[in-house]
């Protein structure tokens, strides 16, 4: 048990107060009903999608992308930066510390800033293993189109926010 | 149980990259990979239930005139803040995350919100924040990080409902059984 997992779980559990509460044990039926249909819809193909993110984490070079980002600087940097944190595989427990790999080796705050911000919203693949299987293909493109500038927008913005409060690391 | 072609998808993608994966590493990598799904698979299941009962039970409490009120295609900026704030309180992971952005879409949330709160949830959320870059990255860069990416749900959301106006880009109505 770890803090996040009892925390959403509290959720469920007061959430389901407030159904009981309002609609009985009817309205908790109905809930776990469609909570269940979308359960099966993911019963084949998520454990194909996280087995494909298992296999990319072999298959994509992160040590080569590591010098690829290196003390990089302006916007080239981070919008190379940004692409490479979007194809850092795995979750915050592989991305973090890769991300110290780079932060050691001397990239400036903004490519650090665009590096998290493009493993935060492009995550090829959590869009893999999660996303696609629950959301669909359409909704992906929608949410990458509307957030290719972001990461760019984070290392610029950040860029500022060093400039105004010295703030370094 | 019906096998959709998403399903299909996903079969040629796992044989793909299992092949790559053979093919560059041997079978001790693919041995690997496999373990570590199933691990992944078991430890992600106590969150994805989670998060599907709590996106089931929330479509119980909020109304679908509600939702399309507050987050749907017209509830203006304010609709772009309350997603975001939703997303960046969200606990969890993806597992959580998808399913609840899953039901304010059955809901009657407009594209731009819901691309709104996703953002919020992966680029503000708490959970990961607290969790992983503070330890790993430090107080100072995580302040930067956190100020850079505040505006940024907001402006995500507000780009999502300019692209809709292109067919391409323009969400079907939720395949309420994902067929």
Redesign the interface.
């Known amino acids: 048990m770890n803090g996040p997992l009892i925390l959403v779980w509290v959720a469920v559990i007061v959430l389901a107060v407030l159904v009981w509460r309002r609609e009985g044990e009817a309205g908790l039926r109905a809930g776990g009903r469609s909570a269940l249909d979308i359960a099966r819809t993911l019963v084949i193909r998520l454990p194909l999608a996280l087995l494909t993110a298992s296999f990319l984490i072999h298959i994509i070079p992160v040590e080569a992308m590591t010098r690829l980002v290196g003390p990089a600087s302006g916007l080239v940097g981070i919008i190379t930066a940004s692409l490479v944190g979007g194809l850092l595989p795995g979750g915050p427990m592989t991305s973090f510390p890769i991300a110290i790999v780079f932060l050691q080796s001397g990239a400036g705050v903004p490519q650090m800033v665009a590096l998290v911000a493009g493993w935060s919203v492009f995550a090829l693949h959590r869009m893999l293993a999660y996303e696609a299987p629950i959301m669909g293909w359409k909704f992906i493109a929608l949410r990458m189109g509307a957030s290719l500038v972001l990461p760019v927008l984070a290392g610029l913005a950040a860029g500022g926010v060093v400039a105004v409060t010295g703030l370094s690391y | ?1 019906k ?2 072609r ?2 299909i ?3 040629v ?2 044989g793909v ?2 092949a ?2 053979y093919a ?2 041997g079978s001790g ?2 041995v ?3 373990g ?2 199933g691990a ?2 078991l430890q992600i299941l ?16 909020v109304s679908r005139e509600k939702v399309a009120k507050w987050l749907g295609g017209s509830s203006g900026i304010t609709g772009l803040l309350l997603a975001s704030l939703a997303g960046l309180l969200t ?6 995350s ?2 609840m ?3 304010l ?1 059955i809901a009657g949330a407009d ?1 731009g919100a ?2 709104a709160f ?2 919020a949830w ?2 503000l959320g708490f ?2 924040l607290i ?3 503070l330890p ?3 107080v ?2 995580t ?3 956190y ?3 505040l ?2 749900p907001i ?3 507000l ?2 409902r300019w ?2 106006r292109w067919p ?2 323009r ?2 109505e939720p ?4 067929a």
């Open positions: 149980m096998i959709a998403t399903d998808v996903f079969a993608l796992a990259t299992g790559m994966t560059r590493f990598a693919v690997d990979a496999l570590r799904a992944l698979f106590p969150q994805l239930a989670a998060g599907l009962l709590i996106g089931g039970l929330v479509t119980r409490l606990p969890g992971g993806p597992f959580t998808f399913p952005v899953y039901a879409w594209a819901l691309i996703i953002s992966s680029l959970n990961r969790v992983w870059e790993l990255l430090g100072e860069f302040v930067v990080r100020l850079a990416c505006p940024l402006i995500a959301g780009i999502a692209l809709g391409v880009f969400l079907a395949e309420d059984r994902g």
